[in-house]
């Protein structure tokens, strides 16, 4: 009896202080770190919008961007920061370039100076470590080489590099230029139906189309139509986490089966399910053909996919690692690059001038034909262009 007596004393002291430890715990993250974290950006002069418990920055954030829904902006207007990340135009105009924000309860610091920003990017000391992301960005974004740090990052970046030699890249050129003729063609075939009529093309949807179909042909080379569909699932998820960003996030609430979680599960089995198959259809695929070297395929999921074959632990990948990077590839090289040849040619159509001189050039250096790796290289202005412009 006394021994139970004991226990239960020892129970309960232990509950209460794995209690208090807790709620300790959170009063650190909730209230004292953002007080102290506040103080000591201030002391180096870096101030920003308040705090508020639990929601950080957050709700003038969501005010901000509300309002900016309804802005029309004139078609000669490029302020398009305004419309887009309202809340980061008026806090770099309130506290300048460089300024601390909240989401929620994580800190963040705001970097509008390039000369920071590159110092930032190319440091190689390994003090600015990729942060802790947000489980809604991780489910559509993929926790890949993007996300990673330290030896994993070495890993994945030294299986990926491959991908992306001289040579691989020019016959990826090739399927580029296909991919946008059938583009033109399709415009063209739709002028033809609308019997030379007026017609609207809406170009960022084209170029989303435009960089899916690259990337599905790139990523999955000759399953690029089951590619295609995983990635127009992921697509679905991208939007439905995007949506729900701003949102505060109250840790552990994503295992509640809220509506919205719920709906979330489903679209990631889905594009976690369908990226499954496509390995496991390559490994048996392989199979079949007797494991030889380089049966994997020569495209990027190939190579994921050999790396999950190799003995070579510094360079071997799980299934789950694979399926990662292969979201990872889709999220960091659709939107990216749909958007700036949307932008690229929006800008080209106020400035007619430079339109000219730039179809000049390409004229000059691919004639009537279809460009290739080495044709693109010589196209200076192009390039310099579309550099100028993003
Ligand atoms: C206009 C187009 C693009 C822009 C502006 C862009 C921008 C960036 C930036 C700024 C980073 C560095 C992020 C960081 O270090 O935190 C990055 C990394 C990355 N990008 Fe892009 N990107 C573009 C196109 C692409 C494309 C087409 C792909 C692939 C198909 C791609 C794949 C990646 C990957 C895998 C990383 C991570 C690299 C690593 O950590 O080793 N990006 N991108």
């Known amino acids: 009896m006394m021994v139970f007596t004991y226990v239960g004393y020892f129970a309960a002291g232990l509950a209460v202080q794995v ?20 103080k000591s950006f201030e002391k180096q002069g870096i101030k920003g919008p308040s705090y508020s418990i639990l929601h950080g920055t957050l709700p003038e954030m969501k005010t901000l961007l509300k309002a900016a829904n309804g802005v029309i902006l004139d078609t000669n207007c490029h302020d398009i920061a305004q419309r887009v990340q309202p809340h980061y135009n008026r806090w770099s105009a309130e506290y300048g370039e ?21 110092q930032i990017l190319s440091d190689k000391s390994g003090a600015y470590a990729q942060p802790q992301f947000d489980h809604r960005l991780l489910s559509f974004a993929g926790n890949g080489v993007g996300q ?3 030896p994993d990052w070495v890993r994945h970046r030294s299986i990926l590099t491959p991908a992306f030699t001289k040579d691989k890249l020019k016959l990826m050129t090739k399927r580029m230029a296909a991919c946008t ?52 699932a992921q697509d679905e998820l991208i939007h439905h986490c995007v949506a729900t960003m701003a949102d505060l996030y109250i840790p552990g609430s994503r295992f509640l089966p809220t509506p919205s979680n719920r709906q979330m599960w489903k679209m990631e089995n889905n594009v976690n399910n369908s990226l499954r198959r496509l390995i496991q259809g390559r490994l048996e695929s392989a199979q079949a053909r007797g ?24 360079l071997k990948l799980t299934m789950d690692e694979i399926i990662d990077e292969c979201k990872q590839f889709f999220f960091s090289g659709h939107e990216t690059t749909a958007k700036l040849l ?49």
């Open 19 to 38: 209690l208090v430890a807790k709620i300790l715990k959170l009063c650190w993250i909730v209230l004292w770190r953002p007080y102290a974290l506040t």
């Open 98 to 118: 460089v300024f601390l924000f909240w989401r929620g309860v994580q800190p963040a610091i705001r970097i509008a100076d390039p000369k920071l920003a590159k």
């Open 148 to 150: 990673l740090n330290g």
């Open 181 to 232: 003729i059938d583009m033109i063609d399709d415009w063209k075939n739709r002028a033809r139906i609308a019997d030379h009529q007026h017609i609207t093309i809406e170009m960022s949807e084209e170029f989303k189309k435009l960089t899916c179909d690259v990337i599905t042909h790139t990523a999955f080379g000759s399953n690029y139509v089951e590619g295609g569909e995983v990635f127009k």
């Open 291 to 314: 494991n030889l070297d380089g049966c994997y395929g020569d495209d990027v999921l190939g190579l994921l996919v050999e790396a999950s074959k190799t003995t070579n632990k510094s």
């Open 342 to 390: 949307t932008w690229t040619v929006f800008l080209l159509s106020l400035h007619q001038e430079w339109q000219e001189r730039l179809r000049e050039e390409v004229l000059t250096e691919c004639g009537m034909g279809i460009p290739d790796a080495d044709m693109v290289s010589k196209l200076k202005l192009v390039n310099y262009t579309i550099i100028f412009f993003f």
